[in-house]
């Protein structure tokens, strides 16, 4: 199995599929501050909000949450831009090894999880159909009752039959 295959299964999964533990994730991400004069002043210790266990096969994990950005700032003319947005991490695992990180986009005051696109340049943003169904498998599972194909919509998204993710 390749990082494709390993994604379009997540991907063609179904919230029934998965099995939610919250915090404490035991995924931890260490933060080192320095001081002015370039000594260690504080060490910040930062984890994922919620962890997934796929039922059909419990080797493939997934960590949520960790936020990347807490600020982001979405073009003004796009209609989700209203509200504050940040970017979180979406941490897909096999047998407890990191096979792929994906940075989703949280919107509208944290009403939505999308995927971030590659260009907001476009007047409409083209998005793989796996990747869009990663976004809409987490806005459902993790995410608050909106609806996520309004918020895709709205973003000037669309899906696009294209292979993801880019394999180098």
């Known amino acids: 199995m390749n990082v494709r295959e390993f994604m379009k299964q997540i991907a063609g999964s179904t919230v029934e599929d998965w099995v939610q533990i919250s915090r404490p994730t035991y995924r931890h991400r260490f933060t080192t501050h320095l001081a002015e004069e370039g000594e260690k002043s504080r060490i910040d210790v930062d984890q994922h909000v919620v962890h997934y266990t796929y039922r059909p096969d419990i080797q493939i994990t997934m960590a949520y949450g960790l936020v990347e950005k807490g600020t982001y700032v979405i073009p003004a003319d796009i209609e ?5 947005a940040r970017t979180v991490l979406l941490d897909c695992y ?3 090894q990191l096979i792929h990180r994906e940075t989703l986009l949280k919107a509208d005051r944290q009403r939505v999880i999308l995927p971030l696109p590659d260009n907001w340049g476009e007047e409409r943003q083209p998005v793989p159909k ?3 169904a990663i ?4 806005h459902t599972l993790a995410g608050p009752p909106t609806d996520f194909d309004e918020y895709f919509a709205a973003a ?3 899906e696009i039959d294209q292979p993801w993710p880019e394999m180098a």
């Not at 989700?80 to 504050?84: D, F, P, T, V």
């Not at 976004?135 to 987490?138: I, N, T």
């Open 94 to 96: 096999h047998a407890g």
């Open 135 to 138: 976004a809409r498998l987490l």
């Open 80 to 84: 989700i831009a209203r509200e504050n």
């Open 130 to 132: 796996a990747k869009a």
């Open 156 to 158: 000037g998204m669309f």
